[in-house]
């Protein structure tokens, strides 16, 4: 069904820095799948590059949402950047982004009117398709290029980034070090080779990670915190 995130997580990070700024609105994070859809379809389709400055990431967003006037452009790049910009170089790692847009992103405008209409098992039934779109996104995201499947590599490339993400909107002052997020990417990846039943040298379609991830990762509000995170990523099998 998905991961969720409490709006409370995200407060404290959109602080301003200063007594001059302005508070910024962190719920501008949590978008309508339909919009990171097409942020991530413009960034695969354009080919962007992996690290963005902060002009080529306003670029990004500009050109995905297409005059949409329901996104405050300014607001969701300046919230973006004060997260996820790496200060030493003044760039963003994009694919940081895109993961913890889809990651936060809630049903679009007409799944919020029918959930808000009809019964508990049609919500639940549209939270599980919701849930699948956005994992199909992550798979698009972190599949090999030129190719519709994910190696064992990839998977591994998008536990990490994942975990860079929600470290860097969260804040955290401790985070996994290289060799424990190895090992722990790796557990994940070989957890979803074995379940499947896919040697290591064959890749996972699309359908395939569907299955795998919407039974490896349940919906949860999770609280900001390290051990959230560790929780998380050791889940039992």
Same mark, same amino acid.
């Given at each position: 069904?998905?991961?969720?995130? $409490? ?18 609105? $962190? ?14 379809s ?7 590059p ?10 990004? *967003? ?10 405050? !452009?300014d607001?969701? !790049?300046?919230?973006?950047? %004060?997260?996820f &910009?790496? &200060? ?13 847009? !889809?990651l ?5 405008? !007409?799944l919020?009117?029918?959930? $808000? +209409?009809?019964?508990?098992l049609?919500?639940h %039934? ?10 199909g996104?992550?798979?698009?995201i972190f599949?090999?290029?030129? +190719? ?18 929600? $470290?860097? %909107? ?17 557990? *994940?990846?070989d957890? @979803?080779f ?9 890749g ?9 991830? +919407? ?8 609280? @900001?915190?390290?051990?959230t995170?560790?929780?998380?990523? &050791?889940?039992?099998?």
């Amino acid at each position: 069904m998905g991961i969720s995130f $409490s709006q409370s997580s995200l407060g404290n990070r959109c602080s301003p820095r200063s007594q001059s700024e302005p508070s910024l609105d $962190s719920s501008v994070l949590q978008q309508p799948l339909n919009i990171v859809t097409k942020i991530v379809s413009t960034y695969l389709n354009h080919g962007y590059p992996p690290m963005l400055d902060v002009g080529s990431l306003r670029n990004l *967003i500009i050109v995905a949402i297409s005059g949409d006037k329901h996104v405050d !452009v300014d607001m969701l !790049v300046d919230v973006l950047w %004060l997260i996820f &910009e790496h &200060e030493k170089n003044q760039i963003c790692y994009i694919q940081e982004i895109l993961t913890m847009l !889809v990651l936060l992103c809630k049903p679009s405008s !007409v799944l919020i009117f029918i959930i $808000s +209409t009809y019964s508990t098992l049609l919500i639940h %039934l549209i939270y599980q398709s919701t849930w699948s779109n956005r994992l199909g996104l992550i798979f698009d995201i972190f599949k090999t290029m030129g +190719t519709e499947v994910m190696y064992h590599e990839d998977i591994m490339m998008a536990v990490q980034v994942a975990s860079s993400a929600i $470290s860097k %909107l969260w804040n955290l002052d401790q985070t996994f070090d290289f060799d424990e997020l190895t090992r722990l990417s790796e557990a *994940i990846a070989d957890h @979803a080779f074995n379940k499947l039943s896919r040697d290591i040298e064959e890749g996972v379609s699309k359908e395939m990670f569907l299955s795998w991830g +919407t039974d490896r990762f349940k919906e949860t509000v999770l609280v @900001a915190d390290f051990n959230t995170l560790t929780e998380l990523y &050791e889940m039992p099998y």
